[in-house]
């Protein structure tokens, strides 16, 4: 295994070369970002990277969703909003999408990935969390892939986990009960 340090936008080309990835190779990269900080062409790098081949590399995006709002608050006092929206959305209409309702944001991602990036799927699952008793969608997890059974694959994996047994507690010390 190789691990390699530094902003992964900056280093993504020292991976995508035969000699790391086989054009032939299944692969999958999961893109779990800080919010802003998956730029859109370090997204099209990894498409493009095996466009000839039958299947491109499987991505799994996280969109940022319930923080969304006061992460671009926060650009505003202090970052250039304009530097990081553009590098991270890809294209010069990024103030619509800081207009769009969240669930519209995630919609016109899903489309991008197989419009502007050509995969063949994009499906999105929102990836939830409870918080002050109220259950909340924190991101979106989006699957683009050209495979055709990677979205039944993942429809069930997901489905599996999001609706699993009830939750059971565990105890930090067994053998102190009873």
């Given at each position: 295994?190789?691990?390699?340090?530094?902003?992964?936008?900056?280093?993504?080309?020292?991976?995508?070369?035969?000699?790391?990835?086989?054009?032939?190779?299944?692969?999958?990269?999961?893109?779990?970002?800080?919010?802003?900080?998956?730029?859109?062409?370090?997204?099209?790098?990894?498409?493009?990277?095996?466009?000839?081949?039958?299947?491109?590399?499987?991505?799994?995006?996280?969109?940022?969703?319930?923080?969304?709002?006061?992460?671009?608050?926060?650009?505003?006092?202090?970052?250039?909003?304009?530097?990081?929206?553009l590098?991270?959305?890809?294209?010069?209409?990024?103030?619509?999408?800081?207009?769009?309702?969240?669930?519209?944001?995630?919609?016109e991602?899903?489309?991008?990935?197989?419009?502007?990036?050509?995969?063949?799927?994009?499906?999105?699952?929102?990836?939830?969390?409870?918080?002050?008793?109220?259950?909340?969608?924190?991101?979106f997890?989006?699957?683009?892939?050209?495979?055709?059974?990677?979205?039944?694959?993942?429809?069930?994996?997901?489905?599996?986990?999001?609706?699993?047994?009830?939750?059971?507690?565990?105890?930090?010390?067994?053998?102190?009960?009873?």
């Amino acid at each position: 295994m190789n691990v390699f340090h530094g902003d992964f936008n900056r280093r993504v080309d020292d991976i995508l070369c035969p000699e790391k990835i086989k054009p032939t190779e299944a692969t999958f990269c999961l893109l779990d970002q800080r919010t802003f900080e998956c730029e859109w062409a370090t997204v099209r790098r990894l498409a493009d990277y095996k466009r000839e081949a039958d299947y491109k590399i499987e991505l799994f995006y996280f969109l940022p969703n319930w923080w969304f709002e006061r992460a671009i608050a926060g650009l505003k006092t202090g970052h250039n909003l304009e530097r990081v929206c553009l590098a991270w959305w890809g294209r010069e209409d990024w103030p619509t999408m800081l207009s769009m309702s969240r669930w519209r944001r995630q919609e016109e991602l899903k489309k991008r990935f197989q419009e502007e990036l050509g995969y063949r799927y994009a499906d999105s699952w929102p990836i939830y969390a409870v918080k002050a008793r109220k259950t909340r969608i924190m991101y979106f997890m989006i699957h683009a892939t050209d495979h055709d059974e990677a979205p039944k694959l993942m429809k069930r994996s997901y489905l599996k986990s999001v609706y699993r047994e009830p939750y059971k507690k565990l105890s930090l010390y067994p053998l102190d009960e009873g």
